[in-house]
């Protein structure tokens, strides 16, 4: 595709089943190959023959993931684009629903073949089979043309979203470039921009209401035809919640509640007495307090790219090594634009087994921070590419975020690549004192999605009254007076709703790994790095216990765990601060 700025992407492994020439947009084409596999299996007698099959079960799997993958980038770098959209959506509607009975069948005979043998928690099998097995369980036909239909409706959030663009300061702007204005020592120019903004979402607010409402119902069906009582129960099955379950999720948002709060809310009140306010605003949260300007990082994605490269030199070399790859093969998109979706991602072409970043830089320490979480993700899909089985080659996402967020607090160490010694402390102390107000955030996110899926049918207004009564108790000390009608769609900015349901807590429990990491990395930063790769190597071969356990952390997000982290990050702020 034209639109794809890849460049020489090298064939990592020589394909054994699917023909380079095949159509891979056409599923009358790509049907023989199922047929192969499946006539193969039934004549398979030993479990290595068993084994090798999966690996070319893995090869046809991949291909097509690729070729999903390759058609959503370019969607999402070019909204703008029919043909990119048209593409897009061809593959979901046409290719992706015969598929995946198909998959379900290959998948059930694989369980039911003569030659599987059961695994045991010690077998090199064990993870794979396990969620093959569920996946087995829950599928059913009736729900690809439902999946199809959410799928389309994810896209048409994105796309609204991706448009949306405000005039001010007499330029046309995506709302994502609007970010820098928060950080203006102007107060009233931070209140106008704020303003600007949130008046066009709340613009967009029935729309996009209208594209929830109808995937609401939708979701419902997919876990009434899977035999479950509602979609929570059917989403933590989907999403192989093998390690934890609706109960501790729960006693996470509890957590938060308890350990995160009052340091959000102190360092709040802090803010607000050093900006000497009356009250504290939401367009007051992003300036620096002591009113010294925004920070600017760098200018254009280039000095972005080459400065996050010095940072990964500094950390470790083979990191940098890893980084390189992106760069040598154009694998980064990261500048904003018109046209291009919100937001962030690292997405892996499996085939090529490469990874490629995407994102929306605007020249904000923000920005730093997700180059270096996406290629935290770039180095996880590195690390585990030579294994040979597809499904270990990614992990389970509660530890692909480890990987990522444990990489910006470990570069955060050689930020002086950005800045000054003094402006680096700056970045650091805003990075520390984000991470305390997400994993409120995060709490409100996924406690609304508890609400939303446990009370189907419920109106619009009950839909708002709840997100309020989460919000309170996670709102901290910020005034909203006058704002009431801009923060009941704040959940409306939120991707994950729309295109990723339930997908929100995995943030929080992998921040807690980080920080673990992190505090790791004050002792002794090459032994962390080395740990940190070591579960990185592992893929998603390992059940969420073992992966954290090899990188030096606990999978525990109970305020036993969060306590001591909370006390660990205000004792580096208050350093930073000396």
Known sequence: MSLLPFRDLPVHTARRVVPLNVDLGRWEELEPIYDGLASRLKIITTNEELTQWLIDFGELSAVLDEEGALRYIAMTCHTDNPEAQKAYLSFIENVEPPTKPRRFALEKAYLEHPAHLKASPADTLFVFDRDVEVGVKIFRDDNVPLETDESRLAQSYSQLMGGLTVEYDGKERTLQAMGVYQEDTSRAVREQAWRVTVEKRFAARDEVNKIFGELLPLRGKLAQNAGFADYRDYAFQMRRRFDYGVKESLAFHQAVESEVMPVLCGLQKARQAKMGLAQLRPWDLAVNPKGLPGLKPFEGASQLVEKSSCIFRQLDGELDDWFQVLVRHQLLDLQNRKGKAPGGYQYTLSEARMPFIFMNAVGLQRDVETLLHEGGHAFHALAAREEP??????????????????????????????????????????????????????????????????????????????????????????????????????????????????????????????????????????????????????????????????????????????????????????????
């Open 389 to 578: 089985l597809l499904a270990y080659r990614s992990a389970p996402i509660e530890f692909c975020e480890v990987a990522s967020m444990s990489m910006e607090l470990l570069g955060n160490d050689f930020l002086e690549e950005f800045y000054s010694r003094e402006d680096a402390v700056r970045a650091r102390r805003d990075h520390l004192e984000g991470v305390v107000a997400t994993l409120p955030w995060i709490a409100v996110i996924d406690s609304f999605q508890h609400w939303l899926y446990t009370h189907p049918g419920h109106s619009l207004d009950e839909r708002t009254a709840e997100w309020m009564r989460i919000l309170n108790h996670f709102g901290g000390i910020v005034d909203w007076t006058g704002l009431e009608s801009y923060r009941e769609i704040m959940w409306q900015r939120q991707p994950h709703l729309f295109g990723n349901p339930f997908y929100y807590i995995e943030y929080g429990i992998a921040q807690l790994g980080a920080l673990q990491i992190w505090v790791n990395s004050r002792k002794n930063r090459a032994e962390a790095v080395r740990q940190y790769k070591d579960g990185l190597r592992l893929g998603g071969s390992k059940t969420l216990p073992e992966l954290f356990a090899a990188s030096g952390c606990r999978f525990d997000f109970t305020a036993a765990t969060i306590r001591p982290l909370m006390q660990q990050v205000q004792e580096e702020l208050a350093r930073l601060a000396s």
